[in-house]
């Protein structure tokens, strides 16, 4: 059996699980990839004495572990920008394949990361990257192969998910965010969770891969949770409607839509079922149709569970001195198309709007006359009369799909209307079909 | 761009959706594969003047495809027993590779097609076979492939979860089936699907891709749905529970459990919220957790999707003039461990009981004497006292898990006692956990 040998740089959550089961599972995993992987180098900055590394050569620079000629594969679980980056094109140019789990490293410069890549002959996977332990990546690059992918929606973020599930109960953001810190699910600076930009670098990575396309982070719409209410939540739930933080990303002929915002979904959708931490994709194929993905996005064996997977596809390869390659981002470079990322004005959605209104006789025809001329048909419309306050009542209403620029114009209309107090509360909303 | 010559063989529903993907999305395939995929042949028993096969040579005897030189790739999608298994046989002799969506072959005769595949050097796909356009072998086999896979479970046949889902309503089983034959969804003959073959097949190839253990389909058990009632679904739902016709696979250390019946599923689980004609199979692994793949399980184009996926993958072996194989059940023959499949009576799960008592004082204390006595423990009871019909007294029992062995037992012993009428209503439950 030929042996195949990691090094793994970075003993984290990701390193440490990955480290794990690879040795745990060494028989299966000898049996399902027919080549002996062994672990034989390790480096993190921060040694762990809570790990027993079984003997396996430990540094505390892992350019012992880039620079070892003995090594195949390294596996990149440091994490972060500049370093990581270093680190893995040291590798590539070393000749060594990569395993990351660093989506940011990938949204961000994949483009370069990928054509050292193919120019020096090695693979770079990055499943881990998205998902966690759930092989979406695999599922677009391969499984669905034959499709045009139209669209992919999903639940990128398990902090964000678990936030928005405990408000359900009529908690304040504020308050659950607290806990999800204590719980150890959101970090002490939240903002990469809670803002939308991990959902993004995933959403940028699956984009490019389902749809054949560059990757274009610095183009993606983000929109955090820190702005939803109990009182939202609850209201979308009377129009049959659960609020989730999801990436979507869809194909249109102009170019992709690329966004990341709170979204009502209908409550019926199994997607609007998926709670806590856990992680779900919704992947649409114009044979296959809508096909979901679900599993922890996130922990130790869990993210371990796709890097391993990703070692095991390439000690395949590297076995049986293979030359085939899934292309990095599911279609060959000549074959990608440099469609654009649209403006936020350009995308096509339907829209929950929350608007104050002084309680006056003709309010809601103004609204409604508002909404008719800028071309957005209403879909449902609460008027909550035993909630007036301070002269005000809540008018919820729900659109049909318009284009952004037609809302943001009609929103600026609503806004100057003078029966109408402060800002209009929008949120989009995504009805799947 | 290398060229790939694909035959098909058969024209129904998958074989015209296979037609229809291959055709309509040639340049997306040609991107993502690296090679030109060309259909030189199609081959079935009855002609279609309805589809327009663009000029490729089509002849009514499938071994015009399996013999011809200049084909690299024979497409298996006539279905049925004897007729694939020579047809995939001969195509194997002639050192081609196969794609089929033939759940019954493979689930059937694999051991030996898998055999003569490895000698000649050939691979045989099957992904279409199981789950139609989800592609969950693909996930097991290489996207958890880190993993000890502890457990399957999942929908496996959309024409059951169809007639469960309508059954919801308080509709009974045979009009339901009536109707889902009129819609397409039922064969004429509905057994296969019904009483749980068709998913028995299925479950047979995902246990052995999961577990590394031999196709055993003739050990696994089945029981249909034919005799659930829109009473007991009515019960489960209000002890929280859905009823779903379930394929489940277990490995314990003294074998697997190889299961397919209607099954008691927590109403919380997304596996409950799965509606309609639509599969999702649940993969528990080691280190990853529960992952769950959702999506269309039939159906033209999305069982087309499948038949592509493996094509596009074989494709480029071919194109590529690799040696690499992925296991053909995950495994390496030699890897596969000989587990049998455990007896029925072996099997642990949990159980919904119905018991019909006549409305005695200390019916309940005597159920319960007997089922305490058989080390079963009780985990919900209701006695519905304003249902008392002809002094008979429905009583429902959710119970722990326990040895099947152990239940038959006890319900042996419940149908013996003289306030008890007639047979013990007994449907299995799980808690995925």
Redesign the interface.
């Known amino acids: 059996m030929k042996q195949v040998s990691v090094g793994i740089c970075g003993l984290g959550t990701v390193g440490s699980?990955t480290f794990?089961?690879?040795t745990?599972?060494a028989a299966?995993?000898?049996?399902?990839?027919?080549c002996n992987i062994q672990i034989t180098r390790i480096a993190s900055r921060t040694p762990r004495t809570d790990i027993d590394l079984g003997g396996v050569p430990f540094s505390t620079d892992v350019y012992d572990v880039v620079n070892d000629p003995a090594i195949d594969i390294v596996v990149e679980v440091i994490g972060g920008y500049d370093a990581a980056k270093e680190l893995v094109l040291t590798a590539i140019k070393n000749g060594k394949h990569v395993v990351t789990a660093n989506k940011a490293l990938i949204a961000e410069h994949g483009t370069e990361i990928f054509a050292a890549a193919e120019k020096a002959g090695v693979i770079v996977a990055y499943?881990a990257g998205v998902a966690g332990?759930?092989?979406v990546i695999?599922?677009i690059?391969?499984?669905?192969?034959?499709?045009?992918i139209d669209w992919i929606a999903g639940i990128m973020n398990g902090t964000g998910n678990f936030i928005l599930t405990e408000m359900r109960a009529g908690r304040e953001f504020a308050g659950v965010l607290e806990e999800a810190k204590a719980l150890g699910y959101a970090e002490a600076d939240p903002t990469f969770d809670v803002e939308g930009i991990d959902a993004a670098h995933k959403l940028t990575i699956l984009a490019s891969a389902g749809f054949?396309v560059p990757l274009q982070f610095n183009k993606a719409y983000t929109e955090g949770i820190s702005k939803i209410t109990p009182y939202d939540i609850a209201h979308a739930e009377q129009l049959g409607y659960r609020i989730k933080h999801l990436g979507i990303a869809r194909r249109r002929e102009e170019g992709i839509e690329l966004r990341v915002h709170p979204t009502l979904v209908p409550q019926?959708h199994?997607i609007a079922?998926?709670d806590g931490v856990l992680n779900a994709i919704l992947v649409d194929?114009?044979?296959?149709?809508?096909?979901?993905?679900?599993?922890?996005g996130a922990?130790d064996?869990?993210t371990?569970?796709?890097?391993?997977?990703d070692?095991?596809?390439v000690a395949?390869?590297v076995a049986?001195g293979?030359?085939?390659r899934?292309?990095f981002l599911?279609?060959?470079p000549e074959?990608?198309e440099n469609l654009p990322v649209l403006e936020m004005e350009d995308v096509q959605s339907a829209y929950y709007l929350r608007i104050s209104a002084f309680d006056r006789p003709g309010v809601l025809a103004e609204i409604a006359t508002i909404l008719s001329d800028s071309g957005i048909n209403i879909e449902s419309i609460m008027q909550k009369e035993f909630e007036v306050k301070d002269g005000r009542i809540p008018v919820i209403i729900l659109t049909h799909t318009v284009q952004e620029r037609q809302m943001n114009g009609a929103i600026a209309e609503l806004e100057n209307l003078p029966d109408i107090d402060g800002k209009v509360v929008r949120i989009r909303a995504e009805n799947f079909n």
Do not use: C, H, W
Not at 304 to 309: E, K, N
């Open positions: 699980g794990k089961v690879l745990r599972n299966i995993i000898a049996g399902r990839s027919g499943e332990g759930i092989p695999k599922a690059r391969e499984g669905l192969a034959g499709n045009r054949g019926d199994l079922r998926v194929g114009d044979a296959v149709g809508q096909t979901m993905y679900y599993g922890p922990g064996e869990a371990g569970s796709a890097v391993v997977a070692i095991i596809d395949r390869i049986s293979s030359s085939l899934v292309p599911g279609f060959a074959a990608m």
